[in-house]
């Protein structure tokens, strides 16, 4: 359980407010539940809009978990903190 | 706007809202331009109902032919399948792709791989289309059926305000949008986008009626627009999908000067002394047996002999048939179904729907360009559809034939006692010229009649002529118009032996009716030289009277006087004296 890892990537179109609650809410998230085993990488699609095709995004903000596998996508600002520990596979899944 | 209806010519589209060609054969008639420029358009019908097609179509004709570029967002098939069920219309959706003509993007919703927490958005939605119209510059957009979204997130609050957005945006970005959407249960589509969309609505429906398919097209609302209210029947075939107009929209067709042979000469003499004009339509009507098909292959021969292509729909009879039977009558088609100057189209009505059958002649014109079409008969369409429907289709055809300068020979089947009365089809009134087949009954003898029951624009024969299917092929003779009605056959034989008996007689009695007049002349002419002689003797009896009473007068005053003498009487005393 402790050598588990997380890579994420986090998809926001500009500096919205929506955007940074996510990313604020993600970065508690992450401090609180993966100490130190991942990695954020956050993605502009204002900057790239090509990336949203390519890697599928519909919904902004999106947070995509690439490792664990398999991929999962949470999207919202993430402010329900139960849910994004179920989508990250922190915590296991209740029936 | 009314008036725009017969006067505009099709693909440009009337003043008004500006409209984009969709380049669906018939569509861009009906709604005389298109689609709205700038604005959304719901395409809505059930599932196999043809609205991708139609949206493909769209986005195709605007890359190829009008210089609009476009996007075609699939929340559905993928790219690779989009393009697979499109290779068979003829379009190369990867060739539109990498020259810059088309952009394509499928948006795959995995409900499964989502999870929802709090607050979103579809910007990313949003950016994609952007960029995807940005890349190609795009003026047109296709969303193949956006309403998936609706199966992808849960917040549909979130949902609908988005789609809201998503409206506005592209009406900002000023490209003429095509949005498809499932129909639901009482409704247009299952997530009522039509409250999104208020410009443009069009329906598609596929229905089975009676076990044949029929395809149906209305527009439901088209705002700042006229357009036809009617369900518009369509096809999807190899060539994509095509609307048929019911009624022509525009009486514009060319009209011809020149005669072309019926192949039977004294019809041609009937008909003006020329025949037929060329690109008018000819129906053939007459009740089983009267010689329709004869009459229609005789015109196919003398088109073929002019070496000029004719196409043959042979609706009851196999060609093989039709060159035997002809062949029987001393006509050679097979030369000319050889060299491929005739074509043979055979295939019965029942099989298909009627539009189809359409299609299936529209095609084969297009493909042999003939410069006649013969359709025999037409009255075995009226075996699949309603009254409506069949008249309908007839339209059509005879208006985009005439359109072409084609002309049109249609034989029709009438049932007996029905001879005069073609208003089951109704056709009579769009054909120029309608001949008329008909049996003649008399003397236990049965033979076919002809005449010209009308010919527009030419000064034809009012009368009826006996129709002989010889070993010569067709002869039209001259029927016994008598005291005794119309006579063929024997009959018309016997009664012109009969006539021919009759008048010798009555040259003889003639003649002795003459003599007999002549000596009653003379005796006449006796009787006065008579009666004269008499009178004139009387007169001299009467003159000879007269002088021998003056002769006696005078004799009396001479005896007088000698009397007087003798007595010496004076002249008084003889005055005193009595």
Known sequence: MSDKKWNLRLYIAGQTPKSMVALANLRRICEQHMDGRYTIEIIDLMANPRLARQDQIVAIPTLVREIPSPLKRIIGDLSNTERVLVGLDVVPREA | ?578
């Open chain 2, 1 to 578: 706007m009314e008036s725009l209806q017969t006067s505009h010519p099709p693909g440009t589209p009337p003043a008004g809202i500006d409209k984009a060609l969709t380049g669906i054969a018939g569509f861009d008639e009906i709604t005389r331009g298109g689609l709205p420029t700038g604005r959304p358009t719901l395409v809505c019908g059930g599932p196999g109902c043809g609205k991708t097609l139609f949206a493909m179509q769209f986005l195709v004709a605007g890359a190829t032919r009008f210089d609009e570029p476009g996007v075609f967002m699939s929340f559905e098939e993928r790219t690779d399948e989009l393009a697979k069920n499109v290779a068979s219309l003829g379009f190369d959706l990867y060739d539109l792709m990498g020259r810059q003509r088309l952009a394509m993007d499928t948006v795959v919703i995995d409900r499964s791989e989502i999870e929802e927490s709090g607050e979103y958005d579809l910007e990313g939605l949003f950016l994609r289309l952007d960029f995807a119209i940005q890349s190609v510059g795009a003026k047109r957009v296709v969303l193949d059926t956006i309403e998936s979204l609706f199966s992808g997130f849960q917040n549909e609050a979130i949902l609908r305000s988005e789609l809201r957005r998503l409206f506005h945006f592209l009406k900002d970005r000023g490209v003429t949008v095509v949005i498809t959407g499932e129909q639901g249960e009482g409704l247009l589509t299952r997530q009522g986008l039509e409250e999104y969309v208020s410009d443009c609505v069009i329906l598609l429906d596929h229905r089975i009626n009676d076990q044949v398919s029929t395809r149906r097209l209305r527009i439901i609302k088209y705002r700042g627009s006229a357009h036809g209210t009617n369900e518009y029947p369509f096809i999807i075939d190899e060539h994509g999908l095509e609307v048929m107009p019911v009624t022509g929209l525009h009486l514009r067709h060319p009209a011809s000067r020149e005669r072309i042979s019926s192949g039977v000469e004294r019809l041609d003499t009937m008909l003006g002394g020329q025949g037929f004009f060329r690109g008018s339509s000819v129906l053939v009507s007459g009740t089983a047996g009267t010689g329709k098909s004869s009459l229609a292959a005789h015109f196919a021969d003398a088109t073929c002999r002019r070496g000029e292509q004719c196409l043959y729909i042979a609706m009851e009879e196999s060609p093989e048939q039709i060159l035997r039977n002809m062949r029987s009558i001393g006509l050679d088609l097979e030369r000319w179904a050889k060299n491929g100057l005739l074509r043979f189209i055979a295939s019965r009505p029942t099989l298909f729907g009627l539009e189809m059958h359409l299609a299936t002649i529209f095609r084969a014109v297009q493909q042999v360009s003939p410069s006649v079409v013969i359709v025999d008969p037409i009255s075995n369409l009226s075996t699949i559809g309603s009254l409506t429907e069949t008249m309908s289709t007839l339209l059509r055809l005879v208006d985009s034939l005439k359109a072409k300068q084609i002309t049109a020979l249609f034989t029709s089947l009438t049932s007996t006692g029905d001879e005069e009365n073609e208003t089951h089809l109704g056709v009579s009134s769009l054909m120029d010229t309608w001949i008329s087949l008909r049996n003649l009954e008399h003397n236990g003898e049965r033979n076919r009649g002809i005449y010209v029951l009308k010919s527009r624009g030419m000064n034809h024969s009012n009368q009826i002529r006996e129709f002989l299917l010889t070993s010569q092929g067709v002869r039209l003779e001259d029927v016994y118009l008598g005291k005794e009605g119309v006579l063929t056959g024997s009959a018309r034989l016997a009664q012109e032996a009969r006539e021919r008996a009759d008048s010798t007689q009555q040259r003889e009695e003639l003649a002795a009716l003459q003599r007999r007049l002549d000596r009653k002349k003379a005796a006449l002419e006796a009787q006065v030289s008579l009666l004269q002689a008499e009178f004139e003797a009387e007169a001299e009896e009467v003159r000879k009277r007269n002088l021998e009473a003056d002769r006696r007068e005078q004799d009396l005053m001479a005896d007088r006087q000698a009397m007087a003498a003798v007595r010496l009487a004076d002249r008084n005393s003889s005055e005193k004296e009595p």
